[in-house]
């Protein structure tokens, strides 16, 4: 039983860190690669299919570059904080 349980959370820990690895600290053109490289091995039509769709898609995650981003909109004027002291004792 207590193997079972010990299999079932290593399972779950690499799993995560796998999904983590791919998704937060790899960039885009290493997934890519590597998504295309999978596909060369003999898996299942459904995974495939989606692997196949995914490796299509642009590898620039949204970003269109600096040389074609907007202008920067102007931001309001700074303005000063101000602070209210409360006497101890005053009931408010």
Known sequence: MM???????AVIVVSCC?????????PG????RLARA????????TLKGRL????QKPVNDGCS???K?????PT?????IRIVRRRNGSGR
Do not use: G, M, N
Not at 3 to 9: D, E, G, I, S, Y
Not at 29 to 32: D, E, P
Not at 52 to 55: E, G, L, V
Not at 69 to 73: C, D, L, N
């Open 29 to 32: 053109t290493v997934r890519l």
């Open 52 to 55: 196949r769709q995914w490796t």
């Open 76 to 80: 309001a004027a700074a303005q000063p």
């Open 65 to 67: 570059s600096c040389a």
């Open 38 to 45: 999978v596909l060369r091995w003999p898996l299942p039509a």
């Open 69 to 73: 981003a907007a202008p920067p909109q």
């Open 3 to 9: 193997f079972a349980q010990t299999l079932a959370v």
């Open 18 to 26: 796998l999904y983590s690895i791919w998704t937060l600290l790899l």
